[in-house]
Nanobody, 124 residues
Framework: QVRLVESGGGLVQAGGSLRLSCAAS????????MGWFRQAPGKEREFVAA????????YGSDSVKGRFTISRDNAKNTVYLQMNSLKPEDTAVYYC?????????????????WGQGTQVAVSS
C-alpha cells in the first residue's frame, strides 16, 4: 500500500521560508514522478512542481518559479519542496502526490496516490 505523509507546514511571515517534506512508503520515489499541488481557500487545487524519475523538474505558475525548488532524497524515499520568499498568496494546503509513471505532469489525473496535505499560512 502506498502512503504519502507531508510535514513541514506552518505559519510564517511574508519573505520567510519553509521546507515541506513528503515521506513515501510502498513506492520508490526514484522510480516514479512526484508532484506538489496546493489548494487555497475557495480555489481549485493547482499544480506547483514535479520531479521525474530522472530528476527533471517542472514548475507551475510563474509566481513560484525562482522561489520554490522541488528535490528528492532517494535514500530517505522523501521528496521536498523548498519555498523561499513566501508571499501571503502562497497560503494554501499543500499536497504531495505520486505519479502513475516516471514522468512529471502538471495534471492531477497523472497522479494516483495523494497525501493528506499540510497547511501553509503566510502572514503579511
Amino acid at each position: 500500500q502506498v502512503r504519502l505523509v507531508e510535514s513541514g507546514g506552518g505559519l510564517v511571515q511574508a519573505g520567510g521560508s519553509l521546507r515541506l517534506s513528503c515521506a513515501a512508503s510502498g513506492r520508490t520515489v526514484s522510480s516514479y514522478a512526484m508532484g506538489w499541488f496546493r489548494q487555497a481557500p475557495g480555489k481549485e487545487r493547482e499544480f506547483v512542481a514535479a520531479i521525474s524519475w530522472s530528476g527533471g523538474r517542472i514548475y507551475g505558475s510563474d509566481s513560484v518559479k525562482g522561489r520554490f525548488t522541488i528535490s528528492r532524497d532517494n535514500a530517505k524515499n522523501t521528496v521536498y519542496l523548498q519555498m523561499n520568499s513566501l508571499k501571503p498568496e502562497d497560503t494554501a494546503v499543500y499536497y504531495c502526490a505520486t505519479s502513475r509513471t516516471g514522468l512529471g505532469y502538471p495534471q492531477e489525473y497523472a497522479y494516483d496516490y495523494w497525501g493528506q496535505g499540510t497547511q501553509v499560512a503566510v502572514s503579511s
